[in-house]
């Protein structure tokens, strides 16, 4: 069963920048690597958003609120995730996890990100 782990969330004050982490277990490289990944978020009291993703070949995709802040990006040989957040605003607080797009994992706990004005 593959797992997954996000790290890196934290506390930050606007305008700050964080990079999370995702690492997942129980699949091969190239199981992994052939898979669309996203980055999600859900804020207290809201529904779970898709924040970006990146293809299989390193394309991505972002939501309107966070083009042009946030950046992924994807290592296949280490069957990781990563989520470059810069100028972060209170409205980026979440937890924040990553999952595939299409057939999803078991979701992991996730990583709070808060973001103090």
């Known amino acids: 069963q593959v797992q997954l782990v996000e790290t890196g969330g934290g506390l930050v004050q606007a305008g700050g920048s964080l990079r999370l982490s995702c690492t997942a277990s129980?699949?091969?490289?190239?199981?992994?690597?052939?898979?669309?990944m996203g980055w999600y978020r859900q804020a207290p009291g809201k529904q779970r958003e898709l924040v970006g993703s990146v293809s299989s070949s390193g394309s991505t995709n972002y939501a309107d609120s966070v083009k042009g802040r946030f950046t992924i990006s994807r290592n296949n040989a280490k069957k990781m995730v990563y989520l470059q957040m810069t100028n972060v605003k209170p409205d980026d607080t979440a937890v924040y996890y990553c999952n595939a797009i299409s057939i999803k994992y078991s979701w992991g706990q996730g990583t709070q990100v808060t973001v103090s004005s």
């Open positions: 129980g699949v091969s490289a190239i199981g992994f690597s052939v898979n669309a």
